[in-house]
């Protein structure tokens, strides 16, 4: 970006104090034609955008469609330059055709992550299943005993344990009070 004095319409400087926070100490319009914002209503913002926080994680210029603002702290002060939006809209048109692109290969990447997820989730539950059917063999389990084997929850355990009974791998033998006992066929 090239600028040149002549780019600037106004110039503003934001004073601070302890008590009132954010003021306008003075303004200056040099392009009399150009339309001016009232920087009084924005002081406390302009301020707070480019004062607050991280001192080294501050912005340096803020670009709005109808002009830029940089701004320069000094000690608590902020020194606003405003400056015409020489050729931005060019370049924010471009800046969004490469975030459209961006956005579009992050969800296509989220989308891969996603089935990685499921295939891996799939094979959690297979392998869990798996070992149920050894730990049954020979003996009888509850249902609560083996949710708190595989630390599942309790939709978790009966889900499986439905999924093996329905491939007839494990039956259902008695039940002891409210649990139900399990053994591998």
């Known amino acids: 970006m090239n600028f040149n004095e002549n ?18 100490k003075w303004e200056k319009q040099f392009d009399k034609n150009a339309d001016f914002i009232n920087i009084d209503d924005f002081a406390l ?16 210029a803020i670009v709005y469609d109808n002009f830029s603002i940089f701004a320069f702290p000094r000690n608590l002060e902020l020194c606003c330059l405003f400056m015409k939006p020489k050729g931005i809209k ?3 048109e471009r ?5 459209n692109r961006i956005i579009v290969d992050m ?21 869990i299943k798996r070992l149920i059917i050894n730990l049954l063999n ?21 889900q499986l344990m439905s999924d093996l009974e329905d491939s007839q791998k494990i039956k259902r ?5 409210r649990a139900q006992l399990w053994t591998a066929k």
């Open 45 to 60: 913002n302009f301020y707070l955008s480019f004062r607050a926080g991280n001192t080294e994680k501050t912005p340096r």
């Open 138 to 158: 020979d003996t009888e389990m509850s249902t609560p005993e083996l949710r708190r084997y595989f630390k599942l929850n309790n939709s978790e355990i009966w």
């Open 95 to 99: 800046l969004n055709k490469i975030a």
């Open 7 to 24: 780019d600037m319409f106004g110039a503003a400087l934001i004073g601070f104090d302890m008590i009132d926070g954010p003021f306008l």
């Open 107 to 127: 969800e296509d990447d989220e989308d891969d992550k996603k089935e990685i997820t499921e295939d891996s989730n799939e094979n959690t539950r297979e392998e």
């Open 173 to 177: 033998t008695r039940k002891k009070g």
């Open 90 to 92: 060019t370049n924010i």
